[in-house]
């Protein structure tokens, strides 16, 4: 009798015990993914080249995988095969979920503005109030609110603003709200010449693509050049990254100028008025997903210092205060790069 026969055997007939053995069960491996993420922590401050080793899943990948440098390294190009063709634009806008930044401010904005995973348009209030209330998604925490508390709301409409999404369910939702969209994809190459998007939705509904030309959705694809060689199957091809850092890197591709806002990355304050031990501890432990935070954490505070030293980005979001103080930026290169 299989292990799945008995778990729903326990599970039919022993609701108490099941939730018991559940909830111990989520506690251990908490304990042992804070047991990870406290070595990662030690190795980074001491030995970075040697942070995989402790990575939970094995986002992070031996030396001999990575590339060698990374001046002028850019981590994505773009697969044109599943791409469409953009017009140039000369300066954008592009705003994160973060609440550094005042969504009121998009009245001001006269450049397109593309708007990074919100899973709900922005809504108006009676009184021109803008507000971001997500619904039935992985980001319901950026605004825990009763609907009732702001009276009757609309979509707000601006047809300067583009929606960035990934998932047919909100595309549909968005579109049925008379808002612009762009779907935003990556992939990584299998083999050679053979690229595999990492979507779970795109690689099994076939009619994905179908699903986007029918209603007139335009796509950037781009393929992720984190590792200089395919890891073996004992390392993840995902690349916890986030939704912002692949988005920003796509406006790349046809905005000369982009200007990010809300870039946060959960950090409630800036990272300048940090310590070495108050940064280390947000990297952890305020984001919801436990199973990747810090790995994604590490990455995305490298990126951001990067793209903000580019004269074409400007970040006025939190992350947009990452500095090498404490040397912390040269030690996460070296888990990222050889």
């Given at each position: ?11 039919k ?6 939730k ?34 402790f990575?939970?899943r094995n ?14 390294h ?20 592009f ?58 709301l609309?979509?707000y ?44 939705e ?45 988005n ?7 905005v000369?100028?982009i ?40 990455i ?39």
């Amino acid at each position: 009798m299989s292990l799945s026969i008995y778990k729903n055997l326990v599970k039919k007939n022993l609701p108490f015990l099941y939730k018991v053995l559940v909830s111990i069960k989520k506690k251990f491996a908490n304990l042992m993914r804070l047991k990870d993420v406290l070595l990662m922590m030690i190795s980074l401050l001491f030995f970075p080249r040697y942070v995989y080793l402790f990575s939970t899943r094995n986002f992070f990948v031996p030396t001999k995988n990575r590339n060698n440098s990374s001046t002028n390294h850019i981590p994505y190009s773009t697969y044109l095969k599943k791409s469409n063709k953009q017009n140039r634009i000369p300066e954008a806008n592009f705003i994160a979920v973060g609440d550094s930044f005042n969504l009121n401010e998009i009245k001001n904005f006269k450049n397109p503005t593309f708007l990074s995973c919100f899973w709900n348009t922005i809504q108006q209030d009676e009184n021109d109030n803008l507000f971001y209330i997500p619904e039935d998604n992985l980001q319901s925490y950026v605004l825990k609110r009763n609907k009732n508390i702001f009276g009757k709301l609309k979509t707000y409409d601006n047809n300067n603003l583009i929606y960035i999404m990934t998932k047919k369910k909100y595309f549909k939702r968005l579109i049925d709200k008379g808002v612009k969209v762009l779907n935003v994809q990556i992939y990584h190459e299998k083999s050679i010449d053979n690229f595999e998007p990492l979507s779970q939705e795109v690689k099994e509904d076939k009619n994905y693509y179908d699903f986007l030309s029918k209603n007139n959705i335009e796509s950037i694809s781009l393929i992720h050049k984190f590792y200089k060689s395919n890891p073996t199957k004992k390392y993840s091809h995902w690349v916890p990254t986030g939704s912002v850092l692949p988005n920003i890197f796509a406006l790349s591709t046809f905005v000369d100028k982009i200007n990010i806002y809300g870039w946060d990355f959960y950090f409630d304050k800036n990272p300048k008025d940090l310590n070495l031990f108050q940064i280390l501890y947000r990297m952890y432990s305020l984001s919801p997903h436990e199973s990747t935070s810090f790995e994604s954490s590490i990455i995305n505070y490298y990126y951001a210092f990067k793209l903000n030293q580019l004269p074409n980005i400007k970040i006025y979001g939190r992350l947009g205060q990452v500095s090498n103080k404490y040397n912390l930026i040269n030690k996460i290169e070296k888990v990222i790069y050889k």
